[in-house]
């Protein structure tokens, strides 16, 4: 099992940038396909960023294309989410999740919620107008 620890939340104004953290714990973090999620305030949970085991592929939901990166650092054990020209709509709490993949598919990206059984808390990220 993976522990997932998210952090680089906080307020900011609109056109500003934050980078999230997620850093994982446990078993071995190169072995998992990871994705950022987040959810407003009364919406449903929905996909943000997708990255593959492997580190080579990646997928984002249209609204954030050309604003977000998401990378990883398989040495430190962590994910990121470089969030860039940010918007007050993107305001939501953020949260990392985990798939343990094996290596024949390492290049798949996941966008389904039920695509990942192991989650962060989520860290709230308000984007101010």
């Known amino acids: 099992q993976v522990q997932l620890v998210e952090s680089g939340g906080g307020l900011v104004q609109a056109g500003g940038s934050l980078r999230l953290s997620c850093a994982a714990s446990?078993?071995?973090?190169?072995?998992?396909?990871m994705g950022w999620f987040r959810q407003a305030p009364g919406k449903e949970r929905e996909f943000v960023a997708a990255?593959?085991?492997?580190?080579?592929?990646?997928n984002y939901v249209d609204f954030v294309k050309g604003r977000f990166t998401i990378s990883r650092d398989d040495a430190r054990n962590t994910v990121y989410l470089q969030m860039n020209s940010l918007k007050p709509e993107d305001t939501a709490v953020y949260s990392c999740?985990?798939?343990?993949?094996?290596?024949?598919?390492?290049?798949?990206?996941?966008?389904?919620?039920?695509?990942?059984?192991?989650w962060g808390q989520g860290t709230q990220v308000t984007v101010s107008s």
């Open positions: 446990g078993r071995t973090f190169s072995s998992y396909a």
């Open positions: 990255i593959s085991r492997s580190g080579s592929f990646t």
């Open positions: 999740a985990a798939r343990e993949v094996a290596a024949y598919i390492r290049n798949n990206c996941y966008q389904r919620i039920s695509d990942y059984p192991y």
